[in-house]
């Protein structure tokens, strides 16, 4: 199991210490752009996901780039 955790900085310290303890845990830090980048496809995804059921209606491509 992943799990990303959003933890202040000045708290972040002794937690990554508990886990690094256990013998049966990995610790990974990333950057908060790294962060940012994975929640951002995230929602592009579920999005994707709203899309293809139906739920949400997808944008028309050529209207798209006009906003460009």
């Given amino acids: 199991m992943k ?4 933890i202040k900085d000045n708290r972040a310290m002794p937690l990554m210490e508990v886990l690094r303890s256990l013998p049966y845990v990995k610790t990974t830090a990333i950057s908060d752009e790294k962060a940012l980048l994975m929640k951002e496809i995230k ?24 906003e460009l």
């Fill in 3 to 6: 799990v990303l955790l959003d």
């Fill in 43 to 66: 929602e592009a995804v579920e999005e994707m996901k709203l899309i293809r059921t139906g739920r949400k209606k997808a944008r028309n491509a050529e209207d798209f780039l006009n």
